[in-house]
């Protein structure tokens, strides 16, 4: 019974502390968790981002998954004009191991 009790708390905590990052772009920035911009140069992100093709391959370092709605998503986006306007820069990367932080870790904006 202790072992059962142990191991579906041990999943829980699992579950709870793991960030997936599915997201959903809004049209207002007013509905938006985040602002993102995206930078020319991945050198000037904070964040370099691949899309993956499946929700459960997702995580907060750079893999993400656009959902089709928003109740769906972890966070919403909006896409601003302006760097100035961002909470957080982005590069799209092309293969899945270039994505996460790079340097300025923001990681809190997920959370």
Do not use: P
């Not at 202790?2 to 502390?17: M, P, Y």
């Not at 985040?34 to 691949?50: I, K, N």
């Not at 089709?68 to 919403?76: F, G, I, K």
């Amino acid at each position: 019974m202790k072992h059962a009790l142990l191991s579906s708390l041990l999943f829980c905590a699992v579950i709870f502390s793991t960030h997936a990052q599915s997201v959903y772009a809004v049209d207002y920035a007013s509905q938006a968790d985040v602002t993102v911009y995206v930078v020319d140069y991945e050198s000037q992100a904070d964040l370099s981002v691949y899309w993956v093709d499946y929700e459960s391959q997702a995580d907060e370092d750079g893999l993400w998954y656009m959902t089709d709605y928003e109740s769906q998503a972890d966070v919403s986006i909006y896409y601003v004009d302006y760097a100035s306007q961002a909470d957080l820069t982005i590069y799209y990367v092309d293969y899945e191991s270039q994505a996460g932080w790079n340097g300025s870790n923001k990681s809190h904006l997920f959370r």
